[in-house]
């Protein structure tokens, strides 16, 4: 009996960890998405300014 109280006192501190995890990455999710579309376009004129240093097009 007391064997499956420990089990259980386990399983919920494991569980309570990963939410509270997983929540912590939620929670940083939008600031990675803004932060990389920031890379990107900074690799995009970088690329721009790269093909056409006049910049003009064509």
Request: zero cysteines.
């Amino acid at each position: 009996m007391d064997s499956i109280i420990l089990w259980l006192l386990a399983a919920s501190g494991v569980l309570s960890i990963f939410l509270f995890v997983a929540r912590g990455l939620l929670d940083q999710l939008p600031e990675i998405i803004t932060a990389w579309r920031k890379v990107q376009q900074a690799y995009q004129s970088t690329d721009r300014s790269i093909d056409d240093p006049t910049g003009t097009d064509g």
